[in-house]
């Protein structure tokens, strides 16, 4: 990667501070709106989150805005929550209001925008809590249309170990009835996949008449991956015929569903562990990803919207089964896994991830972050897997699930090797993603990855 700013080119990072994750994303007037947890000031979490807010026209060139709501008026800290938009076009927000010391147990707040750009929100009342004593997490509303109705999910935490979503309806956005729990499992149950104890930032979608629970797996303040079920919704109850895990390794963390503005299912993730060399700045977003579902598998991949960045690059044969290229601003790498199949990256001096295939998956380890290192993927010989890279990120995906490797964020170059134990490698093309001068410019000049 040859020398450029420091900084991802085509993921959200803010100009300095502390982000995790991202909320509320929206298509409205011509452009999305996205919001996200920010802690200005520091470079790791704090509980005096605020939502920061950034807007893009295709969800790559993000402009960063400022604050849109932040602590006070009650709120020691503005964590998760969700956006929604009526039918006569006013829009409301909904975050989780808290309080120290107690911030475990949340409080659902709204906000309304000052105006149509969304800078700025006015706080509303605070709604509810939680329901009763047996609940010990509650957090991240997650409101949608339920036919005539509104509906809210709540994450939450029951005593005992067991995860759950707490459930409300609404005719006006304004008042709610507590329906009861939306959707339950023990944090015993292991098979097919484990869902931990408490559900952070449960959301509820259909995709081909089958409904779709994805959630955060959380634990004793370990965060863990994403899961999901499969299944039947109706009348504010969700029962999962089936269970499975999308993310894996340690980065992908709290995504935020919403439709594309052609109506697309569509998820964006918190990505762990991506950090500023010169110590400005923490954490980024991922790539949007489409969703859809293969049986009962939820298969996420990368957005169109990251195609128009790519530009044709070929890699170079080095060896009887090895090619290899310098990455110029990133790389999007589609190849076959196949037995023996291995994919380095490396700068000058050191080797920051490799991708080996082993098994019924293949082994990632990145060299450059020991604190993310050595995970599994699955990606079965003869499935596609698809590599994304930027600037102190690689992500991964397939039709078994999706990954996000930080990596150490270095001026460059960085070379690209792929090598298969068969004499003819089966590879793609591979893109150079344009860097932050490539990106348009808005009307002051200024490329729209950048600071208003």
């Not at 991240?140 to 409300?168: E, K």
């Not at 269970?243 to 918190?270: C, E, M, N, T, V």
């Given at each position: 990667m040859n020398a450029q700013a420091l900084r991802p080119a085509f993921h959200f990072t803010a100009a300095q501070g502390w982000i995790n994750d991202p909320l509320g994303l929206t298509w409205t007037d011509g452009q999305y709106h996205l919001f996200y947890q920010y802690v200005p000031g520091r470079t790791t979490w704090a509980s005096n989150c605020h939502w920061g807010h950034a807007t893009s026209p295709d969800m790559i060139a993000w402009t960063e805005q400022g604050v849109?709501?932040?602590?006070?008026?009650?709120?020691?800290?503005?964590?998760?929550?969700?956006?929604v938009t009526a039918a006569d076009g006013t829009s409301t927000m909904f975050y989780t209001s808290v309080t120290e010391p107690d911030i475990g147990i949340g409080t659902v707040r709204t906000a309304t925008p000052d105006d149509a750009s969304w800078n700025t929100?006015?706080?509303?009342?605070?709604?509810?809590?939680?329901?009763?004593?047996?609940?010990?997490?509650y957090r991240d509303p997650f409101v949608f249309r339920d036919g005539h109705l509104w509906r809210m999910f709540v994450g939450a935490g029951l005593d005992g170990g067991t995860a759950a979503a707490v459930s409300y309806s609404s005719t006006d956005l304004a008042e709610w009835t507590l329906d009861g729990m939306a959707a339950l499992r023990s944090g015993t149950e292991t098979e097919p996949?484990?869902?931990?104890?408490m559900w952070e930032c449960p959301q509820l979608f259909e995709i081909d008449g089958s409904h779709v629970l994805v959630t955060s797996i959380w634990e004793d303040d370990v965060l863990h991956y994403v899961a999901y079920g499969v299944g039947h919704y109706a009348d504010g109850r969700f029962e999962a015929r089936s269970w499975g895990q999308l993310s894996y390794g340690k980065s992908y963390y709290a995504p935020s569903f919403f439709r594309d503005k052609d109506g697309k299912p569509s998820l964006i993730f918190w990505v762990r562990g991506v950090v500023s060399p010169d110590g400005q700045w923490a954490s980024a977003l991922s790539i949007p990803h489409?969703?859809?579902l293969v049986g009962d598998t939820l298969v996420a991949a990368p957005h169109e919207d990251l195609s128009t960045y790519g530009r044709p690059a070929q890699l170079q044969r080095v060896g009887e089964a090895a090619f290899e290229t310098v990455l110029t601003a990133g790389a999007d790498l589609r190849c076959t896994v196949a037995a023996g199949m291995t994919v380095r990256v490396e700068s000058l001096d050191q080797t920051l991830v490799t991708v080996a295939s082993s098994g019924d998956g293949i082994r990632v380890?990145?060299?450059?972050?020991?604190?993310?290192t050595d995970a599994f993927f699955p990606a079965a010989e003869g499935s596609e897997l698809r590599a994304i890279m930027d600037s102190g990120i690689l992500e991964l995906s397939g039709p078994g699930g999706i990954m996000a490797v930080p990596l150490p964020i270095v001026a460059g170059p960085l070379t690209l090797t792929v090598v298969r134990a068969a004499a003819e490698p089966e590879l793609r093309t591979v893109y150079r993603p344009m860097t932050p001068d490539d990106l348009p410019l808005n009307d002051a000049g200024r490329a729209l990855r950048g600071v208003v």
């Amino acid at each position: 990667m040859n020398a450029q700013a420091l900084r991802p080119a085509f993921h959200f990072t803010a100009a300095q501070g502390w982000i995790n994750d991202p909320l509320g994303l929206t298509w409205t007037d011509g452009q999305y709106h996205l919001f996200y947890q920010y802690v200005p000031g520091r470079t790791t979490w704090a509980s005096n989150c605020h939502w920061g807010h950034a807007t893009s026209p295709d969800m790559i060139a993000w402009t960063e805005q400022g604050v849109a709501v932040a602590p006070g008026e009650g709120d020691d800290g503005v964590w998760s929550g969700s956006i929604v938009t009526a039918a006569d076009g006013t829009s409301t927000m909904f975050y989780t209001s808290v309080t120290e010391p107690d911030i475990g147990i949340g409080t659902v707040r709204t906000a309304t925008p000052d105006d149509a750009s969304w800078n700025t929100w006015t706080k509303g009342r605070k709604l509810m809590t939680a329901p009763d004593r047996d609940v010990v997490a509650y957090r991240d509303p997650f409101v949608f249309r339920d036919g005539h109705l509104w509906r809210m999910f709540v994450g939450a935490g029951l005593d005992g170990g067991t995860a759950a979503a707490v459930s409300y309806s609404s005719t006006d956005l304004a008042e709610w009835t507590l329906d009861g729990m939306a959707a339950l499992r023990s944090g015993t149950e292991t098979e097919p996949v484990w869902t931990g104890t408490m559900w952070e930032c449960p959301q509820l979608f259909e995709i081909d008449g089958s409904h779709v629970l994805v959630t955060s797996i959380w634990e004793d303040d370990v965060l863990h991956y994403v899961a999901y079920g499969v299944g039947h919704y109706a009348d504010g109850r969700f029962e999962a015929r089936s269970w499975g895990q999308l993310s894996y390794g340690k980065s992908y963390y709290a995504p935020s569903f919403f439709r594309d503005k052609d109506g697309k299912p569509s998820l964006i993730f918190w990505v762990r562990g991506v950090v500023s060399p010169d110590g400005q700045w923490a954490s980024a977003l991922s790539i949007p990803h489409t969703l859809s579902l293969v049986g009962d598998t939820l298969v996420a991949a990368p957005h169109e919207d990251l195609s128009t960045y790519g530009r044709p690059a070929q890699l170079q044969r080095v060896g009887e089964a090895a090619f290899e290229t310098v990455l110029t601003a990133g790389a999007d790498l589609r190849c076959t896994v196949a037995a023996g199949m291995t994919v380095r990256v490396e700068s000058l001096d050191q080797t920051l991830v490799t991708v080996a295939s082993s098994g019924d998956g293949i082994r990632v380890t990145a060299d450059g972050n020991p604190d993310f290192t050595d995970a599994f993927f699955p990606a079965a010989e003869g499935s596609e897997l698809r590599a994304i890279m930027d600037s102190g990120i690689l992500e991964l995906s397939g039709p078994g699930g999706i990954m996000a490797v930080p990596l150490p964020i270095v001026a460059g170059p960085l070379t690209l090797t792929v090598v298969r134990a068969a004499a003819e490698p089966e590879l793609r093309t591979v893109y150079r993603p344009m860097t932050p001068d490539d990106l348009p410019l808005n009307d002051a000049g200024r490329a729209l990855r950048g600071v208003v």
